[in-house]
C-alpha cells in the first residue's frame, strides 16, 4: 500500500496559479502511474491527469490541456500539479492517487480544497 498526503490547496482568484504537491511512502512509488483527480460541489470525482514512473508519459483532460501540469521526482517520492489560468469551474477537493496492480487506482490521499472564485 502506499500512502499519500496532499498539500499545497488554497483560496485564489480567478487568472491565479496553485501549486499542489503529492508525498507517498509505503511501498515503492517510483514504478506506479500517478494520477490526480477532483470532485467538484455535487459532482462526481472526475480525472484530471496521471503521469507515468518515468514522467515521460502524460494524459491530461482536455479542459485543463495548457493550464495544468503533472510532474514528479521520484527522489523525493512526490508528484505535482501545477495548475495555471485557474477558473471557478476548477474548484473542487484535489486528490492524488496511485495507480496499483491492473491499472487500478489504489491508493488515495485525503484531498486538498482548491477555490477558485471569480
Known amino acids: 500500500q502506499v500512502q499519500l498526503v496532499e498539500s499545497g490547496g488554497g483560496l485564489v482568484q480567478a487568472g491565479g496559479s496553485l501549486r499542489l504537491s503529492c508525498t507517498a511512502s509505503?511501498?515503492?512509488?517510483?514504478?506506479?502511474?500517478m494520477g490526480w483527480f477532483r470532485r467538484a460541489p455535487g459532482k462526481e470525482r472526475e480525472y484530471v491527469g496521471s503521469i507515468t514512473w518515468s514522467g515521460t508519459g502524460r494524459i491530461y483532460l482536455d479542459s485543463v490541456k495548457g493550464r495544468f501540469t503533472i510532474s514528479r521526482d521520484n527522489a523525493k517520492n512526490a508528484v505535482y500539479l501545477q495548475m495555471s489560468s485557474l477558473k471557478p469551474e476548477d474548484t473542487g477537493v484535489y486528490y492524488c492517487?496511485?495507480?496499483?496492480?491492473?491499472?487500478?487506482?489504489?491508493?488515495w490521499g485525503q484531498g486538498t480544497q482548491v477555490t477558485v472564485s471569480s
Open positions: 492517487a496511485a495507480q496499483g496492480v491492473g491499472s487500478i487506482w489504489s491508493d
Open positions: 509505503g511501498r515503492t512509488f517510483r514504478t506506479n502511474v
